[in-house]
């Protein structure tokens, strides 16, 4: 089965500074993956998807993240902070295969921004 | 603009107690699904729901069922609430989880909060 890592239960980063949050995932056949965000007191919302097109993918609120076979990860980026980003991010992962496709949770990194 | 919508979003039981979470989308999607959400452990699957007319274990099946009534909607039941099932729990669709790629972009609702003492 599918299982997706993503490092850090809780990053802190000043405004303005690069936002790094890691995801690594477990197979052998890369999967599918996404990155949500989830806002306090709200649903998750889709930040950005990788399905086999190109490796570098381009989300929503200048956040992007690069698919890296070699070392199974999706990690997260965006170059500068802003307050309006704290949020709690999850990245997500699907088989490509024929078996179950629902999306398997990583288990959450909560962003802060410090002025 | 209505997405996911699903009711009631607070919600206090007694062990013990039986209640129905209920969820319905207006995208036109075929597969749809709750996850419950615990501090340190992100989304569990549930239960999900391929098409309508049917329905398959998730991670976490263990005291819940499910319904799809229909196309739009997907209820969630838990027969005998117990506090382990205390959680907030996100009902979710997606065009068709069996195609894949964009098929399995998931859209949720805002969450329903459940405290059972």
């Known amino acids: 089965a599918q299982s997706v890592t993503q490092l850090g239960s809780h990053v802190s980063v000043s405004e303005g500074a690069l936002v790094l949050l890691r995801c690594n995932y477990s197979?052998?056949?890369?999967?599918?993956l996404f990155w949500y965000v989830q806002y306090p007191n709200q649903g998750l919302q889709l930040l950005l998807k990788y399905t086999s097109a190109a490796t570098l993918v381009k989300g929503i609120n200048g956040f992007e993240a690069e698919f890296k076979k070699s070392e199974t990860s999706f990690h997260l980026t965006k170059p500068s902070a802003h307050m309006r980003d704290a949020a709690e991010y999850f990245c997500?992962?699907?088989?490509?295969?024929?078996?179950?496709?629902?999306?398997?949770f990583g288990s959450g990194t909560r962003l802060q921004v410090q002025p | 603009n209505a997405g996911v919508t699903q009711t009631p979003k607070f919600q206090v039981l007694k062990t013990g107690q039986s209640m129905t979470l209920q969820c319905a989308q207006d995208?036109?999607?075929?597969?749809m699904y709750w996850y419950r959400q615990d501090p340190g452990m992100g989304l569990r699957l549930i239960y999900y729901?391929?098409?309508?007319?049917?329905?398959d274990k998730g991670e976490v099946p263990n005291g819940y069922n499910v319904s799809r009534l229909n196309k739009r909607e997907f209820s969630l039941r838990l027969e005998s609430a117990a506090p382990s099932q205390t959680s907030v729990y996100f009902c979710?669709?997606?065009?068709?989880?069996?195609?894949?790629?964009?098929?399995?972009?998931?859209?949720f609702g805002e969450g329903s909060w459940l405290t059972v003492v």
């Open positions: 729901s391929a098409s309508e007319g049917t329905t």
């Open positions: 197979s052998s056949v890369p999967p599918y």
């Open positions: 979710a669709s997606s065009e068709d989880i069996r195609q894949g790629g964009s098929g399995n972009t998931i859209y």
């Open positions: 997500a992962v699907s088989d490509r295969g024929t078996g179950r496709r629902a999306l398997t």
């Open positions: 995208m036109n999607h075929n597969s």
